[in-house]
């Protein structure tokens, strides 16, 4: 795909878009902080013959709005340019890695098997609207995806019809985080009521590409999810429940912690346990899934009253990355 920059850098900027994606990368969130790095430069450096320290500085520069995790991401795809202009025989400023921390980890909140149980019932009780007649089968189909195999949002929207095998009752997760391909499998009752509500999604887009479709029958936008989440969420009183209100994704966070809990009461070894679950996951390496339990002892001494001090081992300390 080539993106109309305006730019003097255009030319570059396609021709690393179409590098990364030939190494089968999916990069459409840099493509986006690609488009905004161009306006900036046409507007504020349309003479610009290289990608100087001057303008990567300008670009570093942190909005009123962003988080440090974004203001590294916007960087880092400059970097990534900066980096490919070099290889090429060009001039360009490389910013340092390290000139921005991270932001403090989120403490996610992991619900309850009773919240679960809320949750699906909420969204089951949800009502097809004008602009939206499947809403209600896409949201309690999708809700119920993201904690019975602790896929990430972004995974579950993604999914095209011919990723989903219904008779194997598999998903096939494509280019995740770590550009990884991987294959998850679905509980028995979890798959059954995945083909109904496909029969029941084909009466309205019978031509559906994405398997969980947005108001159009397209692919869905993570903004349509996250409006109808905060919608249950507040109507369910989970607003007040945590430090931080809880989102769609803490539902990954807690599909890890009550595999980790059920493995513990029927007294599973968590050494020899906890790989299958990161590749399960889609983890590239153990230690990531480290942060999913990460301060979780405190909490399952609340669910469950089980003395979670001899699995202390598994839990390394985490520190915030630099």
Not at 142 to 154: E, K
């Amino acid at each position: 795909m080539q993106y109309d920059f305006k730019s003097s850098f255009s030319v570059d900027l396609n021709r690393f878009i179409e590098q990364k994606k030939s190494l089968g990368r999916s990069y459409r969130t840099f493509d986006r902080y690609l488009v905004r790095f161009d306006s900036m430069c046409a507007a504020q450096y349309p003479d610009a013959s290289e990608l100087t320290q001057e303008i990567v500085m300008q670009w570093a520069v942190k909005n009123a709005s962003e988080c440090n995790n974004t203001l590294r991401n916007r960087m880092s795809s400059i970097r990534e340019f900066a980096r490919f202009l070099v290889r090429d025989g060009k001039s360009a400023y490389i910013i340092p890695s390290g000139l921005v921390r991270k932001s403090p980890r989120y403490m996610p909140h992991i619900f309850t098997k009773k919240e679960i149980s809320e949750i699906w019932a909420a969204f089951d009780a949800l009502e097809p609207v004008p602009n939206s007649q499947s809403r209600h089968l896409v949201l309690a189909a999708v809700v119920r995806l993201l904690y019975c195999c602790g896929l990430r949002p972004i995974e579950v929207r993604r999914l095209k019809i011919s990723d989903v095998d219904l008779s194997a009752g598999s998903l096939f997760i494509r280019e995740s985080k770590g550009h990884k391909d991987r294959i998850v499998m679905m509980s028995h009752d979890l798959a059954d009521y995945i083909r109904r509500y496909d029969t029941k999604i084909c009466k309205i887009f019978p031509y559906r590409e994405y398997f969980f479709p947005g108001t159009t029958g397209g692919f869905s936008a993570d903004g349509w999810f996250n409006r109808n989440w905060g919608i249950v969420r507040s109507n369910l009183k989970f607003n007040a429940i945590c430090g931080n209100l809880p989102r769609l994704y803490d539902l990954r966070h807690t599909f890890a912690t009550h595999r980790l809990y059920e493995w513990m009461h029927e007294g599973k070894d968590l050494n020899a346990m906890l790989p299958y679950l990161s590749a399960y996951m889609g983890h590239a390496q153990l230690s990531d899934t480290y942060y999913y339990i990460h301060h979780i002892p405190d909490q399952f001494k609340k669910m469950t009253g089980i003395d979670f001090s001899r699995y202390e081992e598994l839990l390394p300390e985490v520190e915030y990355d630099e």
